[in-house]
């Protein structure tokens, strides 16, 4: 065998192997009616950002009966969901835990202040998917829209420190799923299932929230 069919071989070999290796490392999902990026992320415990990366080509809003879904293989997503947080002077590193006016405690990792303002169901505040939120999902209370280079979209949060009729008092247990054009650094949107104008009742108000773990 002369020099170039033994590094023919040798090509083809390594990528075989790095074919079998990806293989092994992800695997394929058929998507149902109400398959979205969020629920694939908590089936198969891997971060939102992982799956829309292994799958680029797919909008979140597009997702249809009998779609082909890669699946990466499952990493240290906890620690995705924290690392990428943005330091903030008013940050709280210390792991403790907060007790809801229900009694209940959460462990979080990070507390921050950053400006809230609310936002409806309306299609001119959704890009056009009036009560959806970025990935597909009916929009309710406890949906937050961030800027996912502040907070991972994906990440649960509790929120307090708001004073709004119509969410629940004293704090609500909320996640990431949004985002919007206005949305940048330390500022959340929260939905609020009221009319426009009642929601622009609610201005702009310093709120705290804690990433919780």
Excluded: C
């Excluded at 829309?52 to 080509?57: D, E, F, G, L, Q």
């Excluded at 979080?108 to 998917?129: D, I, M, P, Q």
């Excluded at 949906?143 to 609500?172: E, R």
Aim: net charge positive; aromatic share 8%.
């Amino acid at each position: 065998m002369n020099k170039t069919m033994i590094a023919a071989a040798v090509v083809g070999l390594s990528v075989l192997f790095a074919s079998s290796s990806v293989n092994a490392a992800s695997r394929t999902h058929i998507a149902g009616e109400s398959t979205t990026f969020w629920k694939l992320s908590q089936k198969y415990d891997v971060s939102i950002d992982s799956i829309m990366k292994a799958n680029p080509n797919v909008k979140p809003d597009n997702i249809y009966k009998g779609l082909r879904l890669t699946i990466p293989a499952t990493g240290n997503t906890a620690a995705n969901k924290v690392t990428t947080l943005a330091a903030n002077e008013a940050s709280d590193t210390t792991a403790s835990k907060i007790t809801a006016l229900s009694g209940k405690s959460y462990a979080y990792s990070k507390s921050l202040l950053v400006k809230a303002t609310a936002y409806t169901a309306a299609a001119s505040e959704n890009g056009g998917w009036a009560g959806l939120d970025y990935f597909g999902n009916s929009l309710k209370v406890g949906t937050i829209a961030v800027d996912p280079k502040m907070i991972p979209l994906g990440t649960k949060l509790y929120v307090t420190g708001y004073d709004y009729n119509g969410l629940p008092q004293g704090g609500m247990i909320a996640t990431a799923t949004d985002i919007g054009g206005s949305i940048k650094g330390n500022r959340i949107d929260i939905f609020v299932p009221d009319s426009q104008s009642k929601a622009m009742k609610f201005g702009i108000q310093q709120v705290k929230i804690y990433i919780l773990e």
